[in-house]
């Protein structure tokens, strides 16, 4: 035996062995994702929790700049008719939570230009594009890609808008934001079914989360790496 391997022998611990590189998890989503991704989910749920509390004081929608009890309605919810009821909290919270989603959002699409998040990760092209679904927690499909993309620069800036259309204060200022969508009452009812489409986004979202591997998926937003193996459906 040579004395190098003597030598190598002598100084080797198992226990401070370095793992296989392919043991570690590999990178998943970046510390401001994952921050902005579950300030998204707290602020959401005040969203839709205030937003019922407001469709109970008057489920009726109208068209146009004015609408009430009294005027004729283009559609009705089942919903019981509480006038006067829980929407004084709802439009507390719901404004409360409106400015965490817009500030947040700000701050996500902001970080994720800087670092190319679009470009690498949601990018409808690339050598790790595909339009298949699978459980490869390391990638998104067309799917996802598309879907994203349209919440992200179409749906939530539309729902911003009709939701500062909607205010006297701000329609004041910049009456064009209101003039453009037609009235006070189109911004409403475009507000709300702007909030069905996120209300279905997440549900689909979360059914394609567990489709894939809920712990996985789940993981690598509060850890920010993937599992090294995939879950079982």
């Known amino acids: 035996m040579s004395f190098q391997t003597r030598m190598a022998d002598s100084v080797y611990l198992p226990g401070l062995a370095i793992p296989h590189s392919e043991a570690s998890p590999a990178p998943r989503h970046s510390a401001m994702v994952r921050i902005t991704h579950w300030i998204s989910v707290v602020s959401f749920i005040g969203l839709v929790v205030s937003g019922i509390g407001i469709l109970l004081a008057h489920p009726r929608f109208y068209w146009g700049e004015t609408g009430g009890v009294g005027t004729p309605s283009i559609f009705d919810l089942p919903l019981p008719f509480m006038l006067g009821g829980p929407s004084g909290w709802g439009r507390y919270l719901h404004f409360e939570s409106a400015w965490l989603c817009v500030l947040n959002g700000l701050v996500y699409v902001v970080s994720g230009l800087v670092s190319r998040h679009f470009q690498k990760d949601l990018a409808l092209g690339g050598s790790r594009f595909t339009w298949r679904f699978d459980n490869d927690a390391h990638?998104?499909?067309?799917?996802?890609?598309?879907?994203?993309?349209?919440?992200?620069?179409?749906?939530?800036?539309?729902?911003?808008?009709?939701?500062?259309?909607?205010?006297?204060?701000?329609?004041?200022?910049?009456?064009?934001?209101?003039?453009?969508?037609?009235?006070?009452?189109?911004?409403?009812?475009?507000?709300?079914?702007?909030?069905?489409?996120?209300?279905?986004?997440?549900?689909?979202?979360?059914?394609?989360?567990?489709?894939a591997g809920f712990r996985s998926r789940v993981g690598a937003m509060i850890t920010g790496r993937a599992a090294a193996q995939k879950d079982g459906l």
């Open 139 to 211: 990638r998104y499909n067309g799917v996802q890609r598309l879907s994203y993309l349209a919440v992200i620069f179409v749906v939530l800036p539309l729902m911003i808008w009709t939701g500062l259309a909607m205010s006297p204060a701000v329609t004041s200022v910049f009456p064009a934001l209101v003039n453009v969508l037609g009235g006070h009452q189109c911004a409403r009812t475009i507000h709300f079914f702007t909030g069905v489409a996120l209300v279905l986004f997440v549900f689909v979202h979360i059914g394609m989360v567990w489709r």
